[in-house]
């Protein structure tokens, strides 16, 4: 069935076509099509870009810290970081970036543990 409204399913597909439209507005030279509902179901996503929501709340600031590059067909962009600068990155495969402190390093945290 081509009904997944409100499934898991459903979010993520609307998740992912969120993310082509991100990706537009990063100038990228090529992002693969997320395709209808059926092709998704099928086929899954023709691409996927996961980022923190520390990265940019709005799509104007993602969109500084993405400039150009590509996302090649059934490749992965995971960013879960604060801040990242991709100038022309092209991702044929997998580019997974984490941090231990996604929000940056807290002074507090480690005189707190210097103590103990």
């Not at 940019?56 to 970081?81: F, H, N, T």
């Not at 807290?106 to 543990?113: L, S, V």
Request: negative net charge.
């Amino acid at each position: 069935s081509s009904h997944i409204h409100q499934t898991p399913e459903g979010a993520f597909y609307d998740l992912q076509r969120n993310a082509w439209q991100v990706l537009q507005r990063c100038s990228m030279r090529h992002v693969p099509a997320v395709g209808d509902v059926q092709e998704y179901l099928a086929q899954g996503p023709g691409f996927l870009f996961l980022f923190h929501p520390a990265l940019g709340p709005l799509w104007d600031v993602i969109s500084q810290k993405i400039r150009g590059g590509a996302l090649m067909d059934g490749s992965e962009l995971v960013l879960e970081v604060a801040e990242a600068r991709l100038l022309d990155v092209t991702v044929d495969g997998s580019l997974l970036v984490h941090a231990d402190n996604v929000m940056g390093h807290m002074q507090q945290q480690q005189q707190q543990q210097q103590q103990q």
